[in-house]
């Protein structure tokens, strides 16, 4: 992995961490992940003339990457209704590239040298090292446990589809803005069929969020499915939960949560994994 597509991936990770942030810290999580959603689609629309179409071979990959999208923001929505930032954030983006890693060795046949994979085992533990020392009740909560394990079951399936899918289109970016655009719409049909109040809040209450955490969101998405096309999609996958240190801060200097040395610990972990992956 070269240093540049290391550097994007890390400045993803740090988006991506911000506006889930942004998701946790707001009273109504159904506008809130629908004003994420639909911010995505006018940056895509805008990119889309100038991008070529993505390649025919893709097209099923991108209907299917639709949809695990769309089941990955009703699962995180309703993970971050029942458990803390600092919990469902680490289990879910923790579980994706453990699932991705596994994926990419006994489905696609990737071979992985031992540093890569004792890095991205680093960086694992490290992740849930952080959801596992947060003593709260949310931790003992199973119902935040397990939509925080299903969010991760599909992080890892439109990982695989996307990294895919981006290949076999020809163009990261003509992928990424057709798939989010199409997403967006698809959001916005299933939440203003089945709840219209919280459809009208986003252009009110939600404003800050579409403009601010969808243009987030869908910049942090379009940088690692073009860093998918450089390297090893289970590894850019793995440096890209390095999110989670960013969460780590997020929280406790903004959502006021506690920082214990056993967090700290866990940090170290990934961050040490996060080395080994880049200077290995």
């Given at each position: 992995?070269?240093l540049?597509?290391f550097?994007?991936?890390?400045?993803?990770?740090a988006l991506h961490?911000s506006?889930?942030?942004?998701?946790k810290?707001?009273?109504?999580?159904?506008?809130?992940?629908?004003?994420?959603?639909?911010?995505?689609?006018?940056?895509?629309?805008v990119?889309?003339?100038?991008v070529p179409?993505?390649?025919?071979?893709?097209?099923?990959?991108?209907?299917?990457?639709?949809i695990?999208h769309?089941?990955?923001?009703?699962?995180?929505?309703?993970?971050?209704r029942?458990?803390?930032?600092?919990?469902?954030?680490?289990?879910a983006r923790g579980s994706g590239p453990?699932?991705v890693?596994?994926?990419?060795i006994?489905v696609?046949?990737?071979s992985?040298?031992?540093w890569?994979?004792a890095?991205?085992?680093?960086i694992?533990?490290?992740?849930?090292?952080?959801?596992?020392l947060?003593?709260s009740?949310g931790?003992?909560?199973p119902?935040?446990?397990?939509?925080?394990l299903?969010?991760g079951?599909?992080?890892?399936?439109?990982?695989l589809l996307?990294?895919?899918g981006a290949?076999a289109?020809?163009?990261?970016?003509?992928?990424v803005a057709?798939?989010?655009?199409?997403n967006?719409a698809v959001f916005?049909?299933?939440i203003g069929?089945?709840?219209?109040p919280?459809f009208?809040?986003v252009f009110?209450?939600g404003?800050?969020?579409?403009?601010?955490?969808?243009?987030?969101?869908?910049?942090?998405?379009?940088?690692?499915v073009w860093?998918?096309t450089q390297?090893?999609?289970?590894?850019?996958?793995?440096?890209?939960?390095?999110s989670?240190?960013f969460?780590l801060?997020i929280g406790?200097?903004f959502?006021k949560?506690r920082?214990?040395?056993?967090?700290?610990?866990a940090t170290?972990?990934?961050?040490c994994?996060?080395l080994l992956?880049?200077?290995g």
């Amino acid at each position: 992995m070269t240093l540049h597509v290391f550097l994007i991936v890390i400045c993803a990770a740090a988006l991506h961490a911000s506006w889930n942030a942004l998701v946790k810290s707001t009273g109504d999580k159904v506008v809130s992940m629908t004003a994420i959603t639909l911010g995505h689609a006018p940056l895509a629309l805008v990119v889309i003339p100038f991008v070529p179409f993505p390649a025919q071979e893709s097209w099923w990959l991108l209907a299917a990457s639709v949809i695990v999208h769309t089941c990955y923001q009703l699962s995180l929505m309703s993970a971050y209704r029942l458990g803390d930032f600092t919990q469902v954030y680490p289990i879910a983006r923790g579980s994706g590239p453990a699932l991705v890693t596994l994926f990419s060795i006994f489905v696609l046949g990737v071979s992985f040298v031992s540093w890569q994979l004792a890095a991205i085992g680093l960086i694992v533990a490290g992740i849930f090292c952080l959801a596992l020392l947060k003593q709260s009740d949310g931790l003992r909560n199973p119902k935040a446990v397990g939509a925080a394990l299903l969010t991760g079951c599909f992080i890892a399936g439109y990982s695989l589809l996307d990294g895919l899918g981006a290949r076999a289109a020809g163009t990261a970016l003509g992928y990424v803005a057709w798939m989010t655009a199409i997403n967006a719409a698809v959001f916005a049909i299933l939440i203003g069929t089945f709840n219209r109040p919280a459809f009208k809040k986003v252009f009110t209450e939600g404003k800050t969020t579409l403009v601010v955490g969808g243009t987030a969101s869908v910049a942090a998405y379009g940088f690692v499915v073009w860093a998918m096309t450089q390297a090893p999609i289970a590894l850019v996958t793995a440096l890209r939960e390095t999110s989670t240190i960013f969460a780590l801060f997020i929280g406790v200097l903004f959502l006021k949560e506690r920082l214990t040395i056993g967090k700290v610990v866990a940090t170290v972990l990934t961050l040490c994994g996060v080395l080994l992956l880049r200077f290995g």
